[in-house]
Nanobody, 118 residues
């Protein structure tokens, strides 16, 4: 599977962005799609995930109430709607895939930069 993330950019505090991840190649109904981010000088961290078949979601505490992950199975797309953005959301955001809920994310996209400024 190949993942291609897009939609990053420069946004002001309190603004919104929607990240997109195009999924190509073979997919399976048990797959889980996730978004991660890595800020300068920090380790990569989990943001949100969604199951491919049922669309069940799970969020990091930092994302709850502000971010929404979704998938369009027909279009093979995964989205991350980010609202009320804060400077601490500045990071490179990565789309990732795992073959099942209990497996590690082992397929990664190239990342898209999100910068939140005042």
């Amino acid at each position: 599977v190949q993942l291609q993330a897009s939609g990053g950019g420069l946004v002001q505090i309190g603004g919104s962005l929607r990240l997109s991840c195009r999924v190509t190649g073979r997919t399976f109904t048990n797959w889980v799609m996730g978004w991660f981010r890595q800020a300068p000088g920090k380790e990569r961290e989990f943001v949100a995930r969604v199951t491919w078949n049922l669309g069940t979601t799970y969020y990091a505490d930092s994302a709850k109430g502000r971010f929404t992950i979704s998938r369009d199975s027909a279009e093979n797309m995964v989205y991350l709607q980010m609202n009320n953005l804060k400077p601490e959301d500045t990071a490179v955001y990565y789309c990732a895939a795992a073959s099942a809920i209990d497996r590690d994310f082992d397929s990664w996209g190239q990342g898209t930069q999100v910068t939140v400024s005042s």
